[in-house]
Every structure is written in structure tokens, then in C-alpha cells.
């Protein structure tokens, strides 16, 4: 499914995006460098919070789990040393997630719920990257997620909702205009060495496309930002 | 602490002098509501809500479970009220504020105990089985109004949402998915919406100790409608009002505060029967579509 | 306008940079760990000056978050009086910044500046170190005179984004403010922090003026007098 995102749509936060991909939407809003409580300050770098809420009910430890993944990921691609002693918060703000027709009781299918997760990280990331250039947060390197699904037949999809062998969470950085390191990468099936080799070269080329597309969204929010000057 | 500075007497003074000669910062009236709008979601049950700068979503879901000890006829309905800090550094995450703390207890007593969702037609089997229906509010963007917002989320999302068709057969409980059997509006019996007012008396603040008027008739005391986040600050209490279109009261809620005179909670019930006509109609109109 | 964003790469090739002497702008990070190696950290305008012996890079971006700088003019809050010195908040959220009872034109140890909590300064940055409290001065330290600075009296606060402020501080004759200008009479002092005190003849002037510099930021120059004839007209001015 196409992405369709909107850069700026908090006033209270420094920097925030809207992003639908794959039928999920989340709102990321971003506050700080902002003043750190005792217990959270670093000497030397930033603290990072990762706060995330789910479209339904409260958060639980799923919620706390991507939370782990983002931060841990997050801080390796924020420049946390210009930010000494401070804190910045991400929060994200999961508004619509994939229906989930078949169960009505309390609890649900639990591989339905993992892949949920990556479907959700997917999109928390790519938001996450929206919101951080939008509150002009100093990132070492531009970067976005993509999914990709191999089906039970064995061919290699990208997005892919339905049924599926396994599924890649694959996170490259961006540099100098061309696609860098991987980042972060989440998996969950049965898949050989050989198919996840096959699904990270995928993602290098898929990554570049949609960093152009994220990339025309940015310069679009600083044009706009920048509109006295003309 | 994440605190905020607060603002300065220079605005305060601004800000409250305007309010006195009838002016506002956004150019409304006093009794002027800002502009609402809704959107209603791709899925059933999503509604977003835009009161000026203040934003809230609406999420409601349902799920299946067993129904309490003591009220076994009777659906359950539940509405989850976390403010979390996206929708301002201010607000603490995990830590009821004392805002999110009012937003809930009056969307209880507006939506929840005033009857506007009917609890006895979620039942399936009684003692048994019956609807459980979440309202889940996510709280985006502060501007003042939250209150007002949330209501006008939740009571439009549980006209939009539907939930799936049951049979019972017996012991047996069939749940029909959406492609077999077109899903079942919630049975809502009223349209609650929620008007807050902002009290302001500066007169107070220069009271004469001998008591009584000390000659100058200025402004006394005044309400202005739908606060936004700056003239909250400055208010000496709020009052809300819930009603609905039947020029029936669901509930007043004034806690605390200036003490305001009898007449102006009249006065204030009047004016917020104007906005709650308006925006039920509004309402309808956004969910028809 | 070269707009550019992190992950790019630097529109200047290495050879251009390592002929003259360089200075690196903000929005540019420069990696001791690396090497010096130059990347990208922001989003905003890149601009590439050169002159005969020396050249600068820089990338100017809007944020709304202020990171302070020696020399800087900004508008503050004072929070209280706590034993020799003010505590000025800057911006929300952020540690406060120091101003001395001594940093005021004329200051002994008998007259101490008399600022009641809630007041609006006008002051310069005197000392900034990200591991420090920010130090304030309400004088010019070359001259030792006011000068403008200290207590603003009256008016009210627009907030508005970082380069805005910085835009309306640093180009004198900006069409936003010669343009109000011949609409009304009216007093500014642009704090680089992102608040900026104005002053109009009375409160409805000082509205108009205030919602003028708020929605001016999202508005090209040539619609400016435009939106200032709106304002005038909806206030009854």
C-alpha cells in the first residue's frame, strides 16, 4: 500500500508527522532537547523516551517491546552529544491498526499479534524519521523501514498482508545519498539464511525509493517553513 | 520538573484586559464555540475531532465477555481517558494530571451515567456473554476544550461504530464476520455534548476590605465559552454543561473555584443550549455521509 | 534556495572545501570521531559563501527549539529572586538562565533591580556553556549602558519559530515589519529565542499586530498587506 504522511501536524510538539502505511496510522510527535529529570540525566548524551500507545486498550508489554526496539535503534542514529544532560521524548501515537476480524474474545491469535508488531514498527519508524527532521533534531543519517513477506510459495513480496511463511523488518541508513548500513532488523517465521539474504538486498533498493519519496515530503515542510522569504 | 514558566504578567494582563472589553485572541466572541471539525475513519468506530488547535481521536471497539456479578442483563461500556505527553511536554506519562483526572470523571458522568449508550441491548445471554464496548480516547494536541472535544468524539464514534451480528441458539453464541451479515449500529439514546465555560471575576482581585462596591461599575464577574489553553490558566474556575437536543441537562459539573451566581449558571445553561443544537446537527450531518 | 536534509550528501566537493580556510555553520556536524568528516545532521537551507581567503558552509534551519549563544539578544520571564541573581526562563522546558543583580546599568549592592516575578526582560547572553546555566546581562558590555535592555512594560508575547524571529532580528528593512509600520505606531523587541514583545497604541492595535506577526510566518512578503488590511478591517481599526 502506498504511504501517505503529513509533516507538522502537532502544535505542542516540537516536531510531529502522520503517516498510513499498510492500513496502519501513527502520529509521532517529538518534545525536547528538553530539561532532564535527576534520575534520567546523562553527562555526556541525550536520554531518549520512547513512548508508545496503542489504538486499542492500554499499553502492555507489546507496547513496551517496540518501545525497547525503537529506543535502542533510535540512538544510534541521533547525535546524542550535542544534547547533553537533556532528554528528548518521541511519542508515538498508534490511531488505526489492522482489523482484526476473526476474534472477538479478549485475547487474540498470537502470531497475528507479532506480525502486528512489525506492521506497527514499519510504520512507527518511518514516522519517527518525519518527526525527527521536522523538530531539527541532529540525526547522523536519514533512514526509513520497509517490510517484506515471503509467501508460502516462496516468492519474495513487498508489504504483503496476507498469510505469510515469514516476514523482514529491514531498516537501512541513508549517507551521502545512497543507502548506508542496516540500521535495525526484525524477523519472524521460518525462513533459510539464503531467503534473508535475498529480503535485505530488497530492501536496499526499496529503502533508496522510499527515501526519495520521504525526502520530497521533507524539503516540501522546510519550503513551507521558509515561505517569508520569498 | 517539566513544568511550564507559566505566562508572564504582561500577557496575563493583555489577556485578561481583552476579555473585559469583550475581545479574544482568535477573535470570537465570548460565547463563541471554535469551529468543530470531524472525520469520520475508513473503519467503523474512528472518529478525529478538531476544536481550533486541540485535536482528539475517538477509537471504539467491542469484544465479547462475561458480564458482571451483580448486573448480569447488562452490557459493559468503558472509556479510557490516558492524556500522554504528545499532546503536550506537560502533561506526565503514567501519572494521571489533574486535567485527565476531570476529563475522565465528566465524560463518566456525561456519556456513561447519563444513559446515552444502551447497556442492556449489549446483552447476549444474560450472566453469560454480553458486549463489551471500549471507547479509547488519545488525547493529540492541547489547546483547552478537551472535555468538549472528547465528548463530541465519543458519543459521533458510537453512532458510527457497528458491531458484528449475533444469534443464540441455546448454550450457543454464532458471531457473524462483516462480509456474512451486515453489522448492528449501537442503540444510542441520546446525544449528550458537553460546553464548558471559563469564569473570570478580576473585580475580586482589587476587593474593597470594607466590603461592598467602591463606586466603579467595571466588568464583574463574566463567562467566556470554549477556553483555549492560555485563558484556562487565567480563569477562577470552570463550569460545564452537558445537554442534549431535548433541552434535557445530563449533568453540571462546577468544582470549585470563584463562586459564580445563580443566575449566570442559568444564563450559561441557555447559551450552551444554542451550541449543543448547532453541533448535534453537525453531528448528523458528518454521519450521514 | 538549496533546501537539503540529513542523509545527503554536501553540495560542495571536498576539493573546493580544503582550499580556504572554512568555517562549519550550525546544521552541519562535524565528527571528531571520524576524522573531521562532514555530514548533514539537519534540514533547512544550505548556503556556500566564499570570500578571498576564507570560505563558510552553513545550513540554516527553523525549529522552535533554542539552543542559546554568547551575544544573543533574547526575551525572558523571571521567575523569582533567589539570593544574588534572577531566574530567567527562556523557553519552556529548559533549565533557567541567571541574571546577576549587578548585570543592570548603574547596579550597587544598595539598588537592587526591582523585577517582580512574572515581568518580561529584554537582555543579552553573556556566558553559555551546555554543561552550565545561562548567564544574562541587562547592559551593552562595551558601553555599559541599558540600552534597551531590562524591564519591558505593557504589550504582549507572540510566539513564533526560531528562523522567523531570526529573520525579523536580522534584516532591517523586512517587509513584514516596514509593512505594519506604516499601518500603525508600535513598539518590538525581537527576542531570539523565539519570543517577540510588541507594543501597539492601545489593546486592539496590540491584538491586530500580534495575530499579524503570528500569521505572517506562513505567508510569502507579497501577501502581506493583504492579510494586514483583513486584520484591520475584522478589529474596526
Known amino acids: ?65 517496540m518501545e525497547d526496539k525503537i529506543k535502542n535503534f533510535l540512538n544510534s542514529v541521533i547525535i546524542g552529544n550535542l544534547y547533553p544532560r537533556q532528554v528528548i521524548q518521541v511519542n508515538l501515537q498508534i490511531l488505526e491498526k489492522k482489523n482484526n476480524n476473526s476474534s472477538y474474545t479478549s485475547d487474540s491469535d498470537e502470531s497475528a499479534a507479532t506480525e502486528d508488531v512489525l506492521l506497527e514498527l514499519n510504520c512507527c519508524i518511518n514516522s519517527a524519521f518525519l518527526a525527527l527532521v521536522d523538530a531539527n533534531i541532529s540525526i547522523y543519517k536519514a533512514f526509513n523501514s520497509n517490510i517484506f513477506t515471503y509467501t508460502h510459495k516462496g516468492s519474495l513480496v513487498k508489504d504483503g498482508l496476507s498469510e505469510a511463511k515469514s516476514r523482514h523488518l529491514v531498516v537501512y541508513g541513508i549517507k551521502n545519498n545512497k543507502v548506508d548500513e542496516l540500521l535495525y532488523g526484525e524477523n519472524v517465521g521460518r525462513f533459510s539464511e539464503k531467503k534473508l539474504f535475498m529480503a535485505l538486498e530488497r530492501g536496499e533498493k526499496e529503502s533508496m525509493i522510499l527515501h526519495s519519496k520521504l525526502k520530497e515530503l521533507s524539503v516540501e515542510s522546510v519550503k513551507q517553513k521558509f515561505v517569508y522569504l520569498s | 520538573m517539566v513544568k511550564l514558566a507559566g505566562l508572564s504578567l504582561n500577557e496575563q494582563e493583555f489577556l485578561t484586559d481583552s476579555l473585559k472589553q ?88 456525561a456519556i456513561k451515567r447519563s444513559g446515552a449508550l444502551d447497556v442492556e441491548g449489549l446483552c447476549i445471554v444474560a450472566g453469560d456473554k454480553c458486549w463489551n464496548i471500549r471507547a479509547d480516547i488519545h488525547f493529540m494536541d492541547f489547546d483547552g476544550g478537551f472535555i468538549d472535544a472528547s465528548c463530541i468524539g465519543v458519543i459521533t464514534a458510537l453512532q458510527h461504530f457497528s458491531r458484528p451480528e449475533v444469534t443464540v441458539s441455546g448454550e450457543q453464541v454464532v458471531v457473524y464476520s462483516t462480509d456474512e451479515r451486515e453489522p448492528v449500529k449501537l442503540s444510542i439514546l441520546h446525544v449528550p455534548i458537553c460546553v464548558t465555560f471559563a469564569l473570570f471575576n478580576p473585580k475580586e482581585k482589587e476587593e474593597n476590605i470594607k466590603g461592598g462596591a467602591d463606586g466603579n461599575e467595571e466588568a464583574g464577574e463574566f463567562a467566556i465559552v470554549d477556553a483555549t489553553m492560555k485563558e484556562e490558566g487565567l480563569s477562577n474556575g470552570t463550569l460545564t454543561i452537558t445537554m442534549n437536543k431535548n433541552k434535557e441537562i445530563c449533568q453540571i459539573s462546577k468544582s470549585g473555584g470563584l463562586p459564580a451566581e445563580g443566575l449566570m449558571v442559568m444564563d450559561c445553561a441557555n447559551k450552551a443550549y444554542g451550541i449543543v443544537e448547532k453541533l448535534t446537527d453537525q453531528i448528523k450531518e458528518v454521519l450521514k455521509q | 534556495m538549496s533546501i537539503i536534509i540529513p542523509g545527503d550528501q554536501l553540495p560542495v566537493d571536498e576539493t573546493t572545501l580544503n582550499s580556504k580556510k572554512l568555517t562549519v555553520g550550525p546544521s552541519i556536524y562535524v565528527d571528531p570521531l571520524l576524522d573531521n568528516q562532514m555530514t548533514i545532521s539537519n534540514a533547512g537551507i544550505f548556503t556556500h559563501k566564499e570570500k578571498k581567503t576564507k570560505q563558510l558552509i552553513t545550513v540554516e534551519s527553523s525549529s522552535k527549539n533554542y539552543i542559546p549563544a554568547v551575544g544573543d ?29 549587578m548585570a543592570f546599568e548603574n547596579a550597587t549592592k544598595k539598588n537592587r533591580p526591582n523585577l517582580k516575578t512574572g515581568s518580561l526582560v529584554y537582555a543579552r547572553i553573556s ?27 505593557g504589550g504582549t508575547v507572540v510566539e513564533v519559530d526560531l528562523g522567523f524571529a531570526r529573520y525579523l532580528m536580522f534584516n532591517e528593512n523586512n517587509p513584514v515589519l516596514e509593512h505594519l ?50 486584520l484591520w478591517k475584522q478589529h474596526n481599526i
Open chain 1, 1 to 65: 500500500m502506498e504511504l501517505d504522511a503529513k509533516i507538522g501536524v502537532l502544535n505542542n510538539a516540537g516536531g510531529s508527522s502522520e503517516v498510513s502505511l499498510n492500513g496502519i496510522k501513527v502520529v509521532c510527535g517529538i518534545n525536547g532537547p528538553m530539561e532532564a529529570r535527576p534520575r534520567q540525566e546523562l553527562p555526556t548524551t541525550c536520554y531518549l523516551e520512547v513512548i508508545i500507545r496503542p489504538a486499542i486498550g492500554n499499553p502492555t508489554v507489546r507496547e513496551k517491546y
Open chain 2, 22 to 109: 469583550g475581545i479574544r485572541s482568535d477573535g470570537r466572541s465570548l460565547d463563541q464555540f471554535r469551529d468543530v471539525e470531524i472525520t469520520l475513519g475508513d473503519q467503523p468506530g474512528y472518529v478525529d475531532v478538531r476544536l481550533g488547535k486541540t485535536r482528539v481521536a475517538v477509537r471504539v471497539s467491542g469484544s465479547i465477555t462475561k458480564p458482571y456479578e451483580d448486573r448480569p442483563f447488562e452490557g459493559i461500556f468503558t472509556i479510557s481517558t490516558e492524556i500522554g505527553p504528545i499532546a503536550g511536554a506537560f502533561f506526565e506519562n503514567g501519572r494521571p494530571s489533574d486535567e485527565e483526572v476531570l476529563v475522565s470523571r465528566l465524560i463518566e458522568k
Open chain 3, 73 to 101: 539578544l533574547i526575551v525572558g520571564t523571571v521567575l523569582g529572586g533567589f539570593g544574588e541573581f534572577f531566574k530567567v526562563s527562556l523557553s519552556n522546558y529548559k533549565p533557567p538562565a541567571i541574571l546577576s543583580y
Open chain 3, 127 to 153: 556566558a553559555y556553556d551546555p554543561n552550565i546555566d545561562v548567564e544574562l546581562e541587562c547592559f551593552n558590555p562595551t558601553t555599559g549602558k541599558a540600552e534597551g535592555f531590562g524591564e519591558l512594560t
Open chain 3, 181 to 230: 509600520s506604516k499601518k500603525c505606531q508600535f513598539e518590538i523587541a525581537i527576542g531570539v529565542n523565539g519570543k517577540v514583545w510588541i507594543k501597539g497604541g492601545d489593546l486592539v492595535t496590540t491584538l491586530a499586530c500580534c495575530q499579524y506577526i503570528e500569521q505572517a510566518q506562513r505567508l510569502a512578503s507579497g501577501e502581506l498587506e493583504q492579510l494586514l488590511k483583513k
